[in-house]
């Protein structure tokens, strides 16, 4: 590995993808450099057992009207669909009638429209003290805060929240999103499985020091995960002691999934859906034959997924497999097999899914990104301050830190 690079792109997720793509094109001589033996980071399809891929991480593409990939992805010859997303209705109306899912409905939009409003205030709060209180459908909503937020209402900032800004169009990837983000990368210019630990900037140059032996550099875009920064899994030499602490303000919460295959599915709906219960909040929510395949896609969040991903492997997959069978009922449960559960906390290049802000530290994200000495620069989907969260707000990131840096360097 050559010892020196005008630019190092720290971290090959899709944030990295994009400034390391913006700084090849200017013929920057840049490399990135990424902890995994492969690119994407949080978004990855991998093909199960059963032979059709699934994504491990990022699935929808969020905001698809507005989103910078859509057309990339479609232009590199992947498959967009653009069937609506699954989660509006509880199939069979399982366990869960016409009139309950209108009344959690309405719930649901009461809560959104306080929590905008809350936000107009300016001051920033816990988004759980705008529940209604004791409010029959709480539990649920808060369910879904843990999908949504990685986190339940109560950790999650009321101004971060309604700073998010989403179009309502979502679509999907029948290749898998991960395989299409990866599949942008500049692949000649990745170095995996060489980890940085430690960036020092107190000489002329930058010097990383990296599982392959020391490099230098001009400039820098740190790329990683916010825990990496929060938890000294990557360190600065001085310290910094403001990206540490504004990393910290903004966790990733945790999503998880888990992929479970179906006999004989004719019986259940195409691009169904169910809730495991409407009355709690550690519960997952199953999409039902995605694309058509014959599998349930499940996604749980928040603390119900720390919880069972710390109880071991295979216990998120029996949670599943027993609420499915009590909705469903045993000749369903019978045919269900186990092809694949994700641990995204215990994942050491993420410790988590996606970036919420706790209350009071909406600041952070700005924090964040801001670079420091004209020559480190930072990107990830926790500097975007209206798609934090997703592949479409660690994209621009990247491509806004690397136009930084051609400007630097100029
Ligand atoms: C279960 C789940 C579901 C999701 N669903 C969606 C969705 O439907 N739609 C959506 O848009 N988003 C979704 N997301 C979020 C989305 O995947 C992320 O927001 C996005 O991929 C983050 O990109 P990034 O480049 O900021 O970070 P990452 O993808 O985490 O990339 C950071 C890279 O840095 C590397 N790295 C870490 N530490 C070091 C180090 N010290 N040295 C070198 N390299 C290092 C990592 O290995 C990684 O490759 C989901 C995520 C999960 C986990």
């Not at 057992?49 to 699935?59: H, I, L």
Request: aromatic residues 10%; proline residues 5%.
């Amino acid at each position: 590995m050559r010892d020196h690079f005008d630019v190092v792109v720290v971290g090959a997720g899709a944030a990295g993808i994009a400034a390391l793509r913006r700084l090849t094109a200017a013929g920057v001589d840049a490399v990135a450099l990424e902890a995994r033996d492969r690119v994407g980071g949080r978004a990855h399809t991998i093909t199960t057992a059963a032979g059709f891929p699934v994504d491990c991480g990022a699935g929808w593409v969020h905001s698809a009207d507005e989103n910078p990939l859509a057309g990339p992805i479609a232009a590199a010859g992947f498959t967009l669909d653009r069937s609506p997303p699954h989660w509006m209705k509880q199939a069979f109306n399982r366990d869960f009638s016409e009139a309950e899912q209108r009344a959690y409905r309405a719930a649901f939009n009461a809560l959104d429209e306080r929590l905008t409003a809350a936000a107009k205030t300016g001051v920033d709060r816990p988004a759980s003290d705008f529940f209604e209180p004791n409010g029959r459908w709480n539990p649920l909503l808060d369910a879904f805060s843990s999908y949504y937020n990685g986190a339940e209402f109560e950790a999650v900032s009321v101004l971060d929240y309604a700073a998010y800004e989403d179009s309502g169009v979502n679509w999907r990837v029948r290749e898998g999103y991960g395989a299409a983000v990866a599949s942008f990368a500049a692949l000649d210019h990745v170095i995996t499985g060489c980890p940085v630990t430690t960036i020092h900037h107190d000489g002329a140059e930058l010097t990383l020091d990296t599982g392959k032996g020391r490099i230098t550099a001009r400039a820098v875009i740190v790329c990683v995960p916010t825990p990496a920064l929060a938890k000294g899994g990557l360190t600065f030499s001085p310290g910094l002691p403001d990206k540490a602490q504004a990393a910290a303000g903004l966790p990733l919460g945790l999503a998880d999934k888990v992929f479970i295959g179906l006999d004989a599915p004719d019986d259940l709906p195409l691009e169904g859906h169910l809730f495991g219960h409407k009355d709690r909040t550690a519960t997952a929510s199953y999409h039902l034959r995605p694309f058509g395949r014959p599998y349930i896609e499940a996604f749980l969040g928040g603390a119900c997924a720390r919880d069972l991903e710390a109880a071991g492997a295979g216990a998120m997959a029996d949670f599943c497999l027993q609420e499915l069978g009590e909705l469903l009922g045993s000749d369903v449960g019978r045919r269900l097999h186990v092809l694949g559960e994700t641990h995204w906390a215990a994942d050491p290049w993420a410790l988590g899914s996606y970036s919420h802000a706790l209350p009071g530290h909406m600041g952070d994200r700005a924090v964040l990104a801001a670079p420091v000495e004209d020559r480190i620069f930072f990107a990830g989907e926790a500097t975007h301050a209206t798609f934090y969260s997703t592949v479409h707000g660690a994209w621009p990131s990247g491509e806004r830190a690397a136009d930084e840096v051609l400007a630097a360097l100029a």
